[in-house]
């Protein structure tokens, strides 16, 4: 799939031009997605194991979260395109970028909820995550249990 492609019914506009703020990416996620079309729609507890490598002056900050079971996950989409302002998803009618969770927006952060399975020491083993392998870290934080997925509908 041709993920720069702009559909018929698409709007861009420019793309960000400067920065207001800067963020530090922090480490990196292994997942077994290697492109972006081997990426689930979105992930699953049952998922694959992935691996949230943490880069050595913030692998203290891990200190606890081995008592956490669920943790949420930023993460930056850098392979995403930045310039739509209205999407078509496949099947549906046009929709405004802010009302999709596509990975086109203007700043291409994501969030996902996730199961952790191990803590190691430079670390975090989970399942549930849905982004190619070696996306950039951005964060990580406790989850509460009524953020966790849903789980899958049969």
């Known amino acids: 799939m041709d ?44 998922g694959p194991l992935c691996r949230i490598e943490v880069e050595a002056p913030w692998r ?22 930045r310039d739509l302002l ?19 927006r203007p700043n291409p952060i994501a969030t996902s909820v996730v199961e952790v399975v191990a803590v190691e020491a430079d670390a975090v083993l989970v399942r549930g995550l849905d982004c190619v392998d070696g996306t950039p870290l951005l964060d990580l934080k406790p989850a509460r249990e009524r953020d966790r997925p849903a789980p899958p509908v049969a």
């Open 3 to 46: 993920w720069d492609a702009t559909r018929p019914g698409e709007v861009e506009g420019p793309a960000p031009m400067r920065a207001d703020a800067a963020l530090t990416f922090i480490g990196r996620i292994r997942t077994p997605f290697a492109t972006r079309d081997d990426c689930p729609r979105r992930g699953a507890a049952d």
């Open 60 to 81: 203290p900050a891990l200190q606890g979260l081995e008592g956490q079971r669920w943790i949420e996950v930023l993460y930056w989409m850098h392979l995403a395109r």
């Open 86 to 104: 209205v999407q078509v998803p496949r099947g549906r009618a046009p929709l405004g970028t802010f009302a999709l969770r596509s990975p086109v």
